[in-house]
Each structure stands twice: as C-alpha cells, then as structure tokens.
C-alpha cells in the first residue's frame, strides 16, 4: 500500500514520460503474443508455487527479527520474553555496512573515461544519490533484507512530479505592452515546477521470481528464453492511474476493477503486511487489493526476439504487453544474493543458521525469569503439630510470628537462572560467529571482571572488523551500487530533456548541460564505480602516499632520463581523501576553473533557489545592473539575490580599501631586501612527532599495515 501511495504522489496527473512510437505500441491484441504470455503465465504461477515454502521460511525470519513469539518456541510458561540477539546482530552488520557504503568524506563515485573525468556529470550522480535518499531509506533497508532473506532486491524507475508555486513580484502599468513609468505595484504570479529524478525501491525476495531458478543472473535468465517477475498490489486508484498511462489494457484494467478482490493477498506471501502489524498497524479487511505480476521476457515481434514487459492479473490474465520502454534494453531490477549458492539463483538466509539457536536462548532465558521468580521469595518450614498458630504468620513489614524459632526454618529455591543466563551467553556468542559480528560492530560490548581486553586487542578486533565488513560489502558494491549508477545515467539520458542546475562538489554551483550521449557510447565511453566500499578500505594506505611523496620529491631527475615527475595529480587525489571532494577544491584549487560567470547566468542560478558567491574577478559595478534589473523584473522568492548583491557591494568596498592600502604602504615603506626573514617557520619544516619516532595519535602501526613490510627490530 505504501508503494501504491508512492506511486500516486510522484506520477499521478500528469503525462507519461516520453517514449518511441515504437516501444509505446501495444502488443497484447496480437494472438501468437497473447497464446505466448498465457503459456508464460502458466510457468510463473507454478514458479511462486515452488517457493512457497522459501516465502513462508522468510515471514518466520522477519517474526525473529521484529521479536515476536511464535509456535516454534518449546517453552510456554508464565514469562513472554523474546531476546533480541539477532535483531542486534542484523542492526550491528547494517549500521557498520552503511557507514562502509557511505564514507564520511562524501565521494561515492569513480569514473573511467578515455578523456579527462566527466566532473559535471559525476556532480549530478551525487545529487541524484542524495535525491533518491539512498544513505538514509534505500540502502539500509537492502543491506537488512539481504540478512533476512538471503538476496539484495532493487527496482529503478523514473519519478516525474510537479508543483504550482507563487510568487509575489514588482510591475509597472503596461499601456500596449509598453510599460509605463511611475510606482510599481505588487503583483501575484503562479509558476509550474517539474521535479525528475529516479527512484530506488527496494523489493521483498518473496515478490521476485526468476526462471529458470538455476540462472546465474537476470541478463543470463532472459537470455535462456527464462522470464523475471515482479509481484504488485494495485489498489483501483493505481489501476485507474496505469489505464490513463497506457501501461495496461483499458478493458482489461476496467475488468480487473469490476473482479478484483480481497482473497487474492494470500496467493503469495505478504512481506508488507507483516511488517505493518509488526509495527502495530492494522489494514483494513475489507480494503479491495489487486494482485497483479510485472513480468520482463522477449517474445517474437515482427520475427525478431525482443525483451517486452507484460502485466498479468485478473480474469483474463494479460492485462497488457509492450516493448521494453527503456532506451538501454535491460531490465530495471538489480538482484544478487547475499552469499552465492552453486547452482542457484538466489542465496540463503543469514537467518537460517541460526534460527533454532535463537528459539533455544528464548526458551533458556524464560525458564531462568521463571525460576527466578521463585528464587527471590524464601520457602518457610513449619512443623504444624508444635506450631498450632500457621494461618497467623503472615509476611509484613515488622510481624510477629508466635512460635517457636527451632520449629521454623527458611529455605532457598535453587537459583536457576544463573544457569540459564549461562546458556543465553553461550548461544548469543554463536550466534555473533555465525553471523559474523565482531566485538568492534557492537556499540557497547560487555567483558568479564577482570578481563577487559588491552590495546593490542582493541587493533586486532578493529583491523580484523575493517577486512571483514569491505569482504562483504564488494559483492553489495559490484552487483547493485555499480549497475545502479550505469541506471541513473540512462534514465536521466532518456527522461529529463531541460538543463539541471545543481551544486558541483560543493563549488558556486555548474549549469548541467548534459551530453547526449548514444546509446551505443553508453559502455564504452564512461564506466561508473561505486567508490565509498574502496575508498574506505583504502584509509591506511594514505599514510604510505604521504611517505611516498615524500620521497618522489626528492629524487633528482638524472635517476629517470625520458620521464618526469607530475605530482599534481597525487596531490590532487590526496587533498581529496582527506578533507573530502567538497572541501577539497578549496584547499587544492584548480586555476583553469578561474572563470567569471556572466550575471544573467548568475539570475539563473539564483532564481533556481541556489546560494551563489562572488568571484573575486568579476565585474561588480557591471553585475549590480544587471541583479537589479532582475529584482525589478522578477522579484526575489528566496533572498538571495539580494544577498548576492550585497556581497558584490561588499566586494566592491574591500577592494578600493584595499587598492588604498596599497598605495599608502608603498609610498611610506622602503623596500625589503631580496631573501629577508621574516617570523614564522622556515620553508618546507613539517611538524615533528609529539615523542621520538612515534607515530601521531590514530595513526595504524607500520608492522600492521597490508602492504608495507614488518618493521625490523632496531631499525631506524
């Protein structure tokens, strides 16, 4: 339901995106088509069939991790206790893979291109990074369903949506379209904002069928003749949506909404469903669900093979079938498993391993609160034949019990629970080593008395952590983030058609004018990596880099006749690991980017909502005119254009002062011999170590680093 909703908001109103007559023809009303998807559609219902119990086993793991109680507990007694050990364990792999996916310095993108590197368009994938919201939304639910369910799941779309803004601006009375002078009057003006961007979703493995179920991956599926199914629940709303877009057949779409109804749910396991009443929200029964099959698979179109998109759903099933509507031929659902299984398209649940263990400690520590429970209250032993008075001892604060103290004795219930307590920690700690939680992943790890570990420990777990974490985030990395970027770029390729403006690193901001690049150019021209899985697997090797310039610069020329030494793009690649590519251009700045921009491109930068900074170089007396005719023109919504004038004001202001300065001091001071010292250090002195050849704080030992040598005892 939260997908149709998204659905709705981001596309509902207004005109499909743009496609080839071609691509947008419908291909349901031709009859070997139609007998060709019915013969699929017998395949992919006896598809969902064969993972059923997949499905079901998967609902059991998100009972475990949202710490419900279940049948398959063996103890049933007076305690409800569910201990979160794998639900912590999942958190601790998320929370540590998200921050090795997303590293702190905010480069999560590589280019190779057979020119210089396309900074423009590196600069609209990380707004589109951010646009999509994948650091907060996308990936960490991805990384927790592949724990869950053993794959990684994601669908790339394009969202389209649009606002009607005001805006309040000065005019001038206009007689025959000539203005008039005298007092301007305020006046209201209504503009239309179009917002392009793609969407990421991420998608219940229970929901994504591929066949044949033996196939190392969807383009080898497709290409075996094989199909991919997507599983949709259409509420009627999004089926009147999909009727007025085209995507389905308008009187299969109107029969479906006259036959749909509420038993169709159960026909495949409902991930949605469970999570909301997980969370405590209950769905309507009675609230009408259509369930419906999205379905990638070539079909022959005019005697040739070609990967087509079919709806399925209803009575009769073939809602609709059109060519791929995509430029780039391939379909948008990433898929890889979590660990790859010979043989087998889809991986194995983290869960699986150590589900009965879970189930186990839950019986222990239930047993143990049980046991406790009669722990804390003492049995009393009374001899009722010397003790004629028992329904008179009572337990109260300052009681008095008459009888006598050697006919009456306290007992202590056998303290159990420490026992089970025993057994919850045994099972918690191999459920860590099976899932491959390291001390360093949890935020707060607790230690025996007396055996908290030294700083040798502490480095080992963390560096151990570090090898783990980046060997499981590559196969994350290379199978999904990469691929996902090559989407962006032909989504945005084939949708968006006006010019972007956005923030390029950081900088005063770049107008996109992007390439149109072919299709055929797509692969070869630029290839996109995921960077922040590498970069962050990289931090120790910045301490080499340091150590490596260093030497470079001073090996004298005559050692390398016919090379020369470029240490711009070292330093470059430098600065940037360290301060971060927004930063970074401003502490390592590239002359050739010393441009002045034009003022009426500046209006536009500004009036887009964007803060703009003078330069240094530009004209200030010559962008005031033309910022203040755009103010009297258009107004100014957001401030800053007038902000952006009173900085050239300002501008203007330092440097006649000092112009002045300048003059004064030259004609007031002698001029200073050539070479004269003056305060501050001397040229090239580095700071020293804070104690002899200790190395600074946080800094990884030279006998711990991956690919330098062991240091030798005694040397320098």
């Given amino acids: 339901m939260a997908e149709d909703r998204d659905d709705r908001d981001d596309d509902e109103g207004l005109e499909p995106p743009p496609q080839t ?25 006896k598809g969902f069939s064969d993972q059923w119990d997949r499905g079901n086993a998967q609902m059991d793991y998100w ?36 921050n090795q996916i997303f590293p702190q310095s905010g480069k999560h993108i590589d280019v190779t291109a057979s020119e210089d590197k396309p900074t423009a368009l ?11 919201r994948l650091r907060t939304n996308a990936i960490p639910s991805l990384v927790r369903n592949g724990d869950v369910e053993g794959q990684y799941n994601l669908y790339i779309r394009w969202a389209r949506n649009q606002r009607h803004v005001a805006m309040r601006v000065k005019k001038r009375h206009k007689v025959d379209d000539v203005e008039i002078d005298g007092e301007e009057y305020d006046d209201i003006v209504e503009q239309t904002i179009v917002h392009q961007y793609p969407v990421v979703e991420v998608i219940a493995d229970a929901d994504v069928l591929v066949l044949p179920q033996t196939a190392n991956s969807i383009e080898e599926a497709i290409d075996q003749g094989g199909s991919v199914t997507i599983v949709r629940r259409w509420s009627k709303t999004k089926i009147r949506q999909l009727i007025r877009d085209g995507e389905i057949d308008k009187e299969a779409g109107q029969e479906l909404l006259r036959t749909m109804n509420h038993k169709q749910k159960h026909q495949v396991p409902n991930k949605s469903s469970n999570l909301t009443h997980a969370a405590g929200i209950q769905i309507s029964e009675g609230k009408a669900m259509a369930l419906a099959y999205e379905t990638w698979t070539t079909l022959k179109v005019e005697g040739e093979r070609r990967i087509c998109r079919a709806f399925f759903g209803g009575e009769p099933p073939l809602l609709g079938c059109k060519l791929n509507p995509y430029w780039c031929d391939k379909i948008p659902l990433l898929s890889s498993p979590v660990e790859k299984v010979q043989g087998a398209f889809k991986g194995m649940s983290k869960l699986k391993f150590v589900e009965t263990i879970q189930y186990a400690a839950n019986d222990a520590v239930n047993e143990g609160m049980d046991s406790a429970a009669y722990a804390l ?11 004629p008075r028992v329904g008179s001892m009572v337990l109260n604060v300052a009681a008095v019990w008459q009888t006598s103290p050697k006919d ?34 949890m935020p707060q790890q607790a230690t025996a008395p007396g055996k908290k570990p030294n700083q040798a420990q502490i480095a080992n777990e963390q560096q151990v952590d570090i090898l783990t974490t980046a060997d499981a985030v590559t196969s994350l990395e290379g199978e999904i983030l990469t691929p996902m970027l090559q989407w962006f770029v032909w989504m945005d390729h084939q949708f968006r058609d006006d010019d972007l403006l956005i923030p390029s690193f950081g900088e005063l901001g770049v ?38 310039l260093n030497m470079l610069k001073g090996i004298p020329p005559q050692m390398f006749p016919g090379y020369r030494i470029q240490l711009a793009p070292v330093i470059a690649n430098f600065v940037e690991n360290v301060f971060g590519p927004r930063l970074a251009p401003r502490v390592f700045e590239d002359i050739r980017k010393q441009l002045t921009l034009e003022a009426d491109f500046e209006n536009k930068i500004l009036a887009a909502g964007m803060p703009m900074e003078v330069h240094p170089l530009d004209n200030d007396a010559e962008h005031l005119q033309a910022h203040m005719q755009e103010f009297q023109q258009n107004g100014d919504l957001t401030g800053f254009l007038r902000e952006h004038m009173m900085r050239h004001q300002m501008q203007m202001q330092q440097k006649q002062q000092a112009q002045m300065a300048a003059q004064q001091g030259a004609m007031q001071q002698p001029p200073q011999p050539q070479g004269a010292g003056g305060p501050g250090p001397r040229q090239g002195a580095a700071t020293q170590a804070p104690r002899g050849n200790q190395l600074p704080p946080g800094a990884v030992p030279r006998d711990q680093m991956a690919l330098g040598p062991p240091r030798v005892r005694g040397a320098a």
Avoid at 21 to 45: H, P, Q, V, W
Wanted: aromatic share 10%; charged share 25%.
């Fill in 21 to 45: 007559e071609e691509r947008d023809r419908e291909l349901s009303g031709d009859e070997d088509i139609e007998k060709e998807c019915l013969k699929l559609y017998a395949d992919i219902e």
């Fill in 63 to 98: 009972d475990i991790y949202n710490c419900l109680l279940g049948p398959k507990q063996f103890y049933s007694g007076n305690s409800k206790i569910f201990l979160p050990i794998v639900h912590d364990a999942i958190n601790a792999r998320k929370t540590r893979f998200v």
């Fill in 122 to 132: 590196m600069s609209l994938l990380e707004f589109y990074i951010r646009k999509a």
């Fill in 377 to 387: 209250l003492p049995i009393i032993m009374t001899d009722p034949e010397k003790n």
């Fill in 408 to 441: 009456t004795q306290f007992a202590q219930f056998p303290q159990l629970w420490k026992e089970a307590f025993a057994i919850v920690g045994s099972c918690k700690d191999q459920i860590f080593q099976t899932m491959g939680i390291n001390p360093a992943m």
């Fill in 511 to 548: 107008q996109i004018a992007m390439d149109r690049i072919e299709p055929v150019q797509m692969d070869r021209r630029f290839e996109f990596r995921w960077f922040g899985v590498e970069q962050a697997r990289n931090q120790q090797q910045m301490q080499m880099q340091m150590a490596g």
